[in-house]
């Protein structure tokens, strides 16, 4: 995706307002810390996957579960998978039971430089996750995340 569309795809999301639960957002240059402004304040989980990534798929009813019992802190799912496979995403998304969730895809070309933006030391490894308490300070994680851990997290003051 070219800088402008990238950028008009930014604009356009801020106008439209609040994306429907089941709508996949399209992340691009500046989707990380718009998406992180909008959250600003309350603790927030950002996990990153791809439909290729069994772990990824693995991780899922994890999410699903942790949203239920705690409703208070914000999941948001980012597929690493272009957004031109929406279907795909979708299908999966509601398969696994996190199609509510607030969804963004990939949806710029230059898929390492959005990786560098969320977190300059992150190669591409998934599953991917982002633990970020209501102060502003972020954890990050590799590999599969479990409802322990996220307790664990929620725990620290």
Known sequence: ???????????????????????????????????????????????????????????????????????????????????????ALRRLLRRHGVEALENWAFADDFVESLRFEIDPDWRGELPRSYLIAPSGTVTAITGLMDEARLRSWLAVP
């Open 1 to 87: 995706m070219t800088g402008w569309r990238a950028a008009l795809a930014v604009l356009l999301l801020g106008l439209a307002g609040p994306a429907a639960a089941s709508e996949l957002r399209p992340f691009v240059a500046g989707s990380w810390s718009a998406l992180r402004t909008a959250h600003a304040g309350r603790p927030l989980v950002v996990g990153f996957w791809s439909q290729t990534c069994l772990p990824c798929l693995a991780e899922m009813p994890v999410w699903s579960r942790f949203v239920r019992s705690h409703p208070g802190v914000a999941v948001v799912l980012v597929a690493t998978d272009p957004l031109d496979e929406a279907d």
